[in-house]
């Protein structure tokens, strides 16, 4: 890194809360590396009140971008100037792009998570997926899937503060897809087993099972599960979950963390920074080892 670093380099972010855990630095600098490309990415814990100063420094500081995670894909939106069509179908940002100026917002989330199961030979179009959360990644991962071709999906939330982005979701997926959508809240449990038993692939795209709360998950029953399914949580630190323990008790065949989706999204966000394709198995070796 220090043999990278001089007077040229240019500077790119991440800013989430919490986000000290993230693989994001190691990924994108190792790639950089990799390629000779003269650029250098930093974590910074920013919370939703210190958004705004944090956006404003891309264009003071003259940085090439950065990531946004939670709590910021969101809140993000009015601080931009441009929104890429798929950002603004989904509502929600994890990826700014500084040209001389002009920041514009992008969505990788939904494409790393598909590349993800395609990248382990897993095929889930026509079929239906149960999906619980609404928030940044949730809402990419439901409306990139339905894009794509899946079926039908479940949503499942709390009545919370992104029970109205649920509801944004299934009308977008209803309205402008093939897919079929429909929300649930998660008061009923007996719906929520029925839904996940009738599906290929349940995914959890809440932040249960990352610290905080990495002693919980909200599936803790492992009959609720197949064998023959998928089973994928995008929480990636820990790397096994909670949720995971419970479908490997069941027998479940396909079972995943974040960490193929964080790397395929990174990927999608490390061509618009760069132009260049991320050297994926390299970077694959480098964090799964």
């Known amino acids: 890194m220090n043999e990278r670093i001089d007077g040229h380099t240019l500077l790119i972010g991440l800013m989430a809360y919490p986000i000290r855990h993230s ?6 600098n190792n790639a950089f590396a990799k390629l000779g490309l003269n650029y250098a990415y930093l974590a910074f ?25 939670m709590p910021n894909k969101q809140t993000v939106i009015p601080l931009l100037d441009k929104l890429d069509p798929a950002a603004e179908m989904v509502g929600a940002v994890n990826t700014v792009v500084n040209n001389n100026g002009i920041l514009t917002g992008y969505t990788t ?10 990248d382990e030979n897993l095929n889930i179009i026509g079929e239906k997926m149960t999906l619980s959360g609404a928030g940044g990644a949730g809402t990419a991962i439901a409306i990139q899937a339905a894009l794509d071709g899946v ?3 479940s949503i499942f939330n709390q009545h919370d503060k992104l029970w109205s982005n649920a509801q944004r979701n299934v009308n977008v997926i209803n309205e402008k897809t093939q897919c079929k959508a429909t929300l649930y809240d998660f008061e009923d449990p007996d719906i929520f087993k029925s839904e996940i038993a ?12 990352m610290k905080p709360l990495e002693d919980m998950t909200l599936v803790s029953d492992p009959s609720w599960f197949r064998p023959d399914m998928i089973v994928f949580d995008t929480v990636y630190a820990p790397r096994t979950t909670e949720l995971m323990r419970v479908a490997k008790t069941a027998g479940v065949k396909h079972i995943f963390n974040g960490l193929g989706m964080m790397l395929e999204q990174g990927a999608e966000a490390f061509k618009l920074w760069t132009g260049e394709d991320m050297p994926v198995e390299y970077i694959r070796e480098q964090l799964f080892s």
């Open 109 to 118: 989330d939904g494409t790393g998570f598909m590349k993800s199961l395609a």
């Open 151 to 153: 079926k039908e999906i």
């Open 45 to 69: 814990e920013i919370t939703s009140e210190k958004l705004p100063a944090a956006i404003d420094a891309i264009r003071t500081l003259d940085m090439r971008g950065s990531n946004i995670s």
């Open 23 to 28: 693989m994001s630095p190691t990924m994108h």
């Open 198 to 209: 009738d599906s290929m692939i349940y995914c959890d795209s809440t932040g249960v099972g």
